[in-house]
């Protein structure tokens, strides 16, 4: 419910007394569990980086290993990142309102979405030292399909992602692969 209130209102305008008030509990009783705003903040983070990295690691390990099909591997991880912003669209809200802030709250990139960041890039920097592609930015190429995907999943924030939307982004995402990296 946290996750929730901070992705579609930010923290500010999010209090502990509207936690509670979604939780059907005391605002007291949060402040106990959660012991204040910005910590309770931090644990929204947490919880869906532990699932975006549940979601997305045995991909990235797999596109990681050598001699395998790695185009094959990098269109499994982009599936897999379209397919958790789906099912979890409040991600999307609670790292665009961050990204519009970013000076404020240090520390929650590194901690919450840069070691997802950084093993893409190792693979990618990884394939271009060996000639399997090229991609002489990494960071760049991880960072600009991410913002991709994130501007298209934002839309299911307040409501559903039509099917056909998502059906677009992911021919979308595959094509930009295949173009960058394809044959």
């Known amino acids: 419910m946290a996750t929730d209130l901070f992705a579609r209102n930010g923290f500010d305008a999010v209090s502990l007394r509207a936690v509670a008030d979604a939780a059907g509990v005391d605002v007291a009783t949060v402040h106990h569990h959660a012991g204040g705003k910005l910590v309770l903040y931090q644990s929204c983070f947490a919880l869906v980086f532990e699932a975006e990295r549940r979601a997305l690691e045995p991909v990235i390990a797999a596109a990681a290993e050598p001699g395998g099909d790695l185009l094959a591997a990098l269109h499994r991880v982009v599936d897999a990142f379209v397919d ?5 669209p409040e991600t999307t809200g609670l790292w665009l309102r961050r990204w519009l ?3 404020r709250h240090a520390g929650i990139d590194e901690q919450f979405s840069t070691p997802l960041y950084d093993q893409v890039e190792r693979v990618l920097a990884a394939a271009d030292r060996a000639g399997v592609l090229h991609e002489p930015q990494p960071h760049l190429a991880v960072r600009s399909l991410i913002w991709a995907v994130h501007a298209h999943a934002v839309t299911g924030l307040h409501g559903e ?5 998502r059906f677009a982004l992911r021919a979308f995402v595959h094509r930009w692969l295949e173009r960058m990296y394809g044959p």
Request: charged share 40%; aromatic share 8%.
């Open 101 to 103: 802030e970013p000076q």
């Open 84 to 88: 958790f912003l789906e099912e979890r």
């Open 161 to 165: 992602i039509p099917a056909d939307s």
